[in-house]
């Protein structure tokens, strides 16, 4: 009823929305023996799923893609990113050949539009957990009709210097290769790369004496480690003003995504529809 108030108050349309209450719901309960079934070697009770259901709706709505009566859930306006992720991970969980969930950030540059990953997720990836995100964020470029050229991003590029984090990102690097092979997509991916190597293309002649199909022409960003990430595109989105629509998750089954608690109306909408696309994608 106080969706409908405030659907009337505001003149929005709601013909062919379903509102769900999860307190009153005829499938909650369906759901609760299915969150049981599903959780209860890791401790889960009957009481507790039952609880879940009825007063988290990142859980009921989990469950309803989990059933098949949803294809994607966007979340996080009113919860946090693990409140909002737990129950996927927990249920969904990641795609075939997919070793872990990760996100990206498309870069609505004037220019061109980026995909910088991962800047949400994964906080000090090692070098397997760095090629899965490369390939999945490859995918994401694909299913969004961007030619992927993945620029493994690091301190320094080629041969010019050593370091724990550089060999990390060589050794992604050859490992994302391996996979890109053996999916077929075809998909250069090329590093370690700085960040001016990998998109502007003077400066990958200087840098860059091999022939390459990435540097100077990236399309997609691999950061080495989340605080790179995180801070590279709150930088680039501060100073340039750009619109960075994101956190976008991949690696699961189905999609769910993560809004900002200071989300606008034009952030949900977008969200949305990124993940009505992965989901026909998927």
Partial sequence: EEVQQLAAQLQVNLEGVTIIDAATSPDTQKYADLLYETRKAKG???????????????????????????????????????DTMRPALQIIKTAPGIALVSSVFFMLLPEKVYIYGDCAINVAPDATQLANIAVSSADTAIAFGIRPRVAMLSYATGESNTGDLITKVREATEQAKVLVEAAGTGVPV???LQFDAAVDPEVAKLKVKTKSEVAGQATV????????????????????????????MQGLKKPVNDLSRGCTVDDIVNTVVITCIQSMAS
């Fill in 190 to 192: 090329e590093g370690p």
């Fill in 221 to 248: 960003c691999i950061f080495p480690d989340l605080n790179t990430g995180n801070n590279a595109y709150k930088a680039v989105q501060q100073a340039s003003e750009c619109v960075a629509m994101g956190p976008i």
């Fill in 44 to 82: 889960m009770t009957p009481g507790t799923a039952l609880d879940l259901v009825q007063n988290d709706p990142n859980y009921y709505g989990t469950l309803m893609m989990f059933e098949g009566a949803a294809d994607g859930m966007v979340s996080g306006a009113c919860h946090t990113t693990a």
